[in-house]
């Protein structure tokens, strides 16, 4: 039986960021849909994590970024159209228990935040789709 990772995200009118909390991860695997539906499977341990989300409206696969760290898998997704989300997953559903805002990146829609602080991060990875 899976588990699931605890995730963080945050947005900014033209992209959404999207950490997955998953300390010395194996096997990272994500995957992301032009419909907006954003996979994720890894191990830990002796345990697997999978998580699947769909987000609150289509991307842009192709611009999508990945970095897998020691403590994190951080993804940059970009947003097929630039507007500001209400919530990370489709209106008709609710942000699972395991889904949390991330303060540390989040911006308000009047806010002129600027992008996050990628120094030190690898993307060479692809995102699957």
Known sequence: MSRHPEVKWAQRIDKVYITVQLPDAKD???NLEPNGVFTFSGSAGTNLYELKLDLNDKVNVEASKISVGVRSIFCIVEKAEAKWWKKLVRDDQRAPHFVKVDWDKWVDEDDDGGDV????MDFSLDIKQ
């Open 28 to 30: 990272a695997k994500v």
């Open 117 to 120: 602080n990628l120094d030190g």
